[in-house]
């Protein structure tokens, strides 16, 4: 359920928990998010959603 009123966002899984971020204007604005956590120790996943 998109709550925040923007179109884009970033989900990250960490230790098995997934979060979700609080909404991006822009696809690359999520992107951007999603590139700097990425490859950090405790993170598996992190994904761009279009909510």
């Known amino acids: 359920?998109?709550?925040s009123?923007?179109?884009w966002n970033v989900q990250i899984n960490?230790?098995?928990t997934?979060?979700?971020g609080p909404g991006m204007?822009?696809?690359r604005q999520a992107e951007a998010i999603k590139n700097l956590?990425?490859?950090k120790d405790d993170v598996?996943?992190?994904?761009?959603i279009k909510q």
């Open 14 to 16: 960490v230790g098995g």
């Open 37 to 39: 956590v990425e490859g």
């Open 5 to 7: 009123g923007y179109q």
């Open 25 to 27: 204007e822009t696809k």
């Open 1 to 3: 359920m998109n709550t």
């Open 44 to 48: 598996q996943k992190a994904k761009v």
């Open 18 to 20: 997934t979060f979700t």
